[in-house]
């Protein structure tokens, strides 16, 4: 069986008859999955788990690691 994605304006009245025509032919409609952002709190626990952090011991510290004076 082949799938196909469709994203269409629905107030297209043409589109919408075309495809109840199809599903009346025997094609199903599989709802799209919802998916959910990811907080800011998640985010940045997501970058400890992953080790995208660094600590500094003060900002001179920071500034000098980065070479940024």
């Keep these: 069986?082949?799938?196909?994605?469709?994203?269409?304006?629905?107030?297209?009245?043409?589109?919408?008859?075309?495809?109840?025509?199809?599903?009346?032919?025997?094609?199903?409609?599989?709802?799209?999955?919802?998916?959910?952002?990811?907080?800011g709190l998640e985010l940045a626990m997501e970058d400890i788990e992953k080790g995208r952090i660094e600590k500094y011991d003060s900002v001179d510290d920071f500034f000098e690691k980065n070479k940024l004076l």
Excluded: F, H
């Design 1 to 39: 069986m082949a799938t196909i994605t469709l994203e269409y304006d629905g107030r297209n009245v043409g589109l919408r008859k075309l495809i109840e025509a199809m599903i009346a032919l025997g094609a199903t409609v599989v709802p799209q999955k919802k998916t959910r952002k990811k907080s």
